[in-house]
């Protein structure tokens, strides 16, 4: 063979080995793209997962304390209704406390002098009775009247606390 021929010989090999190389590369390409294309859709769908699922978390939990927070306020506005029904109880337990004490006094005294024990009303038992014998009915505001037996205010000086019970008495000495 010629040297011309088998230059031209492999020069043609030569040629048909780099487009041989080419063509498998660029196969290759195809292949790798394809795979990565599909591991990245893959990766989308894993995070999409992972997002709802985090999001569904996050609602959940949001509902949870807004449902504790329904449950702390319906509680803290019971306890304070209690607590303030409380307070108007003992305040008008305090007022019947201190009315009781005007009357059960008034009654002591006429008591007394109608056993002839006192003389410190003004004024006959029946003035004080009245012509019937029956105790008038009179309205009046206890709260700063003093208590007859000790003189002292009914309430405490400002007038929102009970004064101190007194040891029990004996209504008949």
Not at 29 to 44: I, N, S, T, V
Not at 48 to 69: F, M, P
Not at 101 to 112: A, E, N, T
């Amino acid at each position: 063979m010629s040297p011309g021929t088998v230059k031209l010989a492999l020069v043609g090999a030569l040629a048909l080995l780099l487009i041989t190389a080419v063509s498998i590369w660029q196969v290759q390409d195809w292949r790798y793209g394809g795979q990565l294309a599909q591991q990245a859709l893959l990766h989308q769908s894993n995070l999409s997962t992972l997002s709802n699922a985090a999001a569904a978390k996050i609602r959940t939990d949001q509902d949870k304390r807004l449902a504790l927070e329904q449950r702390l306020s319906a509680s803290d506005q019971s306890h304070h209704e209690a607590l303030t029904n409380a307070q108007k109880n003992q305040a008008r337990l305090r007022d019947l406390l201190a009315t009781a004490d005007l009357r059960l006094s008034v009654l002591l005294d006429v008591w007394q002098i109608r056993e002839g024990r006192s003389t410190s009303c003004r004024g006959s038992p029946k003035a004080a009775a009245g012509s019937d014998g029956q105790l008038p009915n009179h309205s009046v505001d206890i709260r700063h009247q003093p208590n007859r037996r000790s003189g002292r205010p009914l309430l405490g000086s400002n007038h929102d606390e009970p004064s101190q019970p007194k040891a029990h008495r004996s209504l008949f000495r």
